[in-house]
């Protein structure tokens, strides 16, 4: 299973905590489905088409002391340049509507849920994200 993972930064004055928790909570309200935005190039290193690699089968979310986490699976991405619609049912928690998405790249996850610190542990996510400041492939 190949997983990507993405560590939260503050983002509108939030801390990383509670922006994970706003993605978990808007995950339970709409289908387990939510769309995470990052200003991260990092749908261009997703896409097979440019890469040849294979897809994340997880994108993984955690808080910057990597207490807290979720997972979800990738069902559509996009960049800046690749500029792909939204699948329909996928939006961003309301308090990011005022986001330029054409201008991010973003995941559409679905199956969203919260991982465990047990879950977090195993993935050893501190030595995973070394030299990497916000993502890494696992």
Do not use: C
Not at 63 to 78: A, D
């Amino acid at each position: 299973m190949v997983k990507e993972v993405h560590k939260l930064a503050e983002s509108k004055g939030l801390s990383p905590e509670t922006v994970l928790d706003i993605h978990l909570l808007h995950a339970q309200a709409n289908g387990n489905k939510v769309l995470y935005t990052t200003d991260l190039h990092s749908a261009d290193k997703y896409s097979t088409e440019k890469s040849g690699k294979e897809t994340k089968d997880e994108i993984i979310l955690v808080t910057s002391k990597f207490e807290k986490g979720l997972k979800g699976i990738p069902v559509n991405y996009s960049n800046k340049d690749m500029k792909r619609p939204i699948p329909q049912g996928y939006i961003v928690p309301s308090i990011w509507n005022d986001e330029k998405i054409d201008e991010m790249s973003w995941f559409a996850l679905d199956n969203v849920e919260e991982l465990s610190k047990s879950d977090l542990e195993a993935l050893n996510i501190p030595e995973l994200l070394a030299g990497r400041p916000n993502r890494k492939q696992i």
